[in-house]
Every structure is written in C-alpha cells, then in structure tokens.
Nanobody
C-alpha cells in the first residue's frame, strides 16, 4: 500500500512559478510510476506528468510540456512538480498518483492505484 501526501499549492499570478511536493510512504518505490493529474470542477481528470521511480524517466502531457518539470528525491521518497510560466488555465486541484510501473504514460485515471488528497493551484490573470 502506497500513501501519498501533496503539499505546495497556492495562489500565483500568471507567469509565476510554484513547486508541488508529494511525499510517498509504503513499500520500496522502485516498482512504481508516480505522476500528477489535475482536475477543474466539471472537467475530467487530466494527465499532467509521470516519472519512473527506478530509472527517473519522465513523460509530460502536451499542455504542460516545456513549462513543468517532474523530478524525485530518492532519499526523501518525494516527487516534485516544478511549474513555471503558469497560465490561468493551469488552475485546478492537482493530485499525486501512483501505479505499478507497467508503463510510463497512462492518461486514464482509472488505471492508477493510489492517490493523494489533492492540492489547489490557482493562477490569476
């Protein structure tokens, strides 16, 4: 069982930056992919980025490619989402997610096994 706890959300102006953190606890993380999704009310949960914990490989959704960076600190068992050049359309609740590493890119939220509680990110114009 993997337990995920996000932190770091908040309010930022357009063009600014935020860094989200997701602390993971449970069994060894080497067999897992960790990721970030986001969801606006009334919309489907959208894939943002994922990272293979063992090899460090990453994958990004088209809407954030070139602006967001996903990374990990193995010693702290924490995955980060550095969000740069934020836009109002990035406003959403951001969720940390985890699944066994059957593939780096999986946009279907139903295929992810573990979820954090979510953290709100609001970008003002």
């Amino acid at each position: 069982q993997v337990h995920l706890v996000e932190s770091g959300g908040g309010l930022v102006q357009a063009g600014g930056s935020l860094r989200l953190s997701c602390a993971a606890s449970g069994p060894t993380m080497d067999s897992y992919v960790l990721g970030w999704f986001r969801q606006d009310p009334g919309k489907e949960r959208e894939f943002v980025a994922s990272l293979d914990w063992n090899g460090g490989y990453t994958y990004y959704g088209d809407s954030v490619k070139g602006r967001f960076i996903i990374s990990r600190d193995r010693g702290k068992n924490t995955v980060y989402l550095q969000m740069n050049n934020l836009k109002p359309e990035d406003t959403a609740v951001y969720y940390c997610s985890g699944r066994l590493s059957f593939g780096l890119y999986e946009p279907n939220p139903d295929e992810w096994n573990y979820w954090g509680q979510g953290t709100q990110v609001t970008v003002s114009s």
